[in-house]
């Protein structure tokens, strides 16, 4: 087992959201509050980079490097947490540079990450190259990998203190790269957790049911893949109200490409009338800044 390095704030606030368990005909909803885990502008990747950075402190890296869209959540809270430790990092990101940096690239500069920009080159490809040429020790697409999952059944360990009934509630989450579905899974049992797919993944099923190493059957994980959209950079019309309908009702915001969409989810009517649900809210408000079509 892996020491994590402590790099959060810890338990995030569980607060329950009476005014949008109304709208939603639900009898309770609670907000697992992990936007607020304190480090970088918060988000659920604080919980799983407190395993990666444990590693490559463990085999002596100077610097960790990782890759992602340019409005990466991870990136920016990977940058943050490399500043914490005295680490040197390296962002590989999709695509040209923008005209003007907005969002989370204000905030990955302003950590001191370099940033290179992969252009039309494959990004895998991208990475190997600078990270042979750094000695650099890679932290994976969204912090995700079997040591990380750890995490999340951190986190679903809390909800057990924080909310004695949890079996009794299903768990939301949004599905990016799939560690942080995975932990809750692990430690809260596949029938009571969902994760809303946001389209970051071919196959986001096997990538969970890979994470958890044969622990649970991949036909027993509850995937919704309503939400997906035109894709995964995309802001659809359903994302949009989720945002709104949030801030409006709980004074809440959300990410307009994983928080939004499971919120879309729950809007679209997921759940029965009378469930009782607790909605990871995993982070992303910096992201909000990078989309100026909202």
């Not at 990380?148 to 059944?153: A, F, K, R």
């Not at 924080?162 to 579905?181: F, H, K, N, R, Y």
Request: charged residues 20%; aromatic residues 4%; hydrophobic residues 45%.
């Amino acid at each position: 087992m892996i020491t994590p390095v402590p790099l959060g704030t810890w338990p995030t606030p569980l607060e329950a959201a009476p005014r949008l368990a109304a709208r939603l005909g639900l009898a309770e909803l609670w907000f697992k509050r992990d936007d607020l885990t304190g480090l970088g502008g918060g988000g659920n990747k604080i919980r799983k980079l407190q395993y990666t950075c444990a590693q490559a402190i463990a085999v002596g890296a100077g610097t960790v490097l990782t890759s992602g869209a340019p409005q990466s959540n991870h990136a920016r809270l990977t940058a943050a947490a490399a500043a914490r430790l005295g680490l040197s990092c390296v962002l590989v990101l999709a695509g040209p540079p923008p005209e003007t940096p907005r969002g989370n690239l204000l905030l990955d500069r302003l950590a001191g990450a370099e940033i290179v920009w992969a252009g039309d080159r494959p990004l895998a490809e991208v990475v190997a190259a600078e990270a042979e040429r750094r000695s650099a020790y890679v932290i994976p697409f969204g912090g995700t990998s079997p040591a990380s999952v750890q995490g999340y059944v951190d986190c679903a360990r809390e909800l057990r203190t924080q909310l004695p009934a949890i079996d009794g509630a299903e768990v939301v989450v949004a599905l990016g790269s799939g560690g942080t579905m995975a932990g809750l899974v692990r430690e809260l049992g596949a029938e009571r957790v969902v994760g809303v797919d946001v389209g970051a993944l071919p196959d986001p099923r096997a990538t969970v049911a890979e994470l958890l190493v044969g622990e649970v059957d991949p036909d027993a994980l509850r995937i919704d893949g309503s939400q997906v959209g035109a894709g995964y950079r995309t802001l659809t019309d359903a994302v949009r109200a989720a945002l709104e309908i949030t801030a409006g009702t709980e004074g809440i915001f959300l990410d307009p490409t994983y928080t939004g969409r499971a919120m879309a989810a729950l809007l679209a009517g997921s759940f029965p009338r009378g469930a009782r649900v607790v909605f990871l809210h995993s982070g992303g408000l910096p992201g909000l800044f990078g989309h100026p079509e909202l």
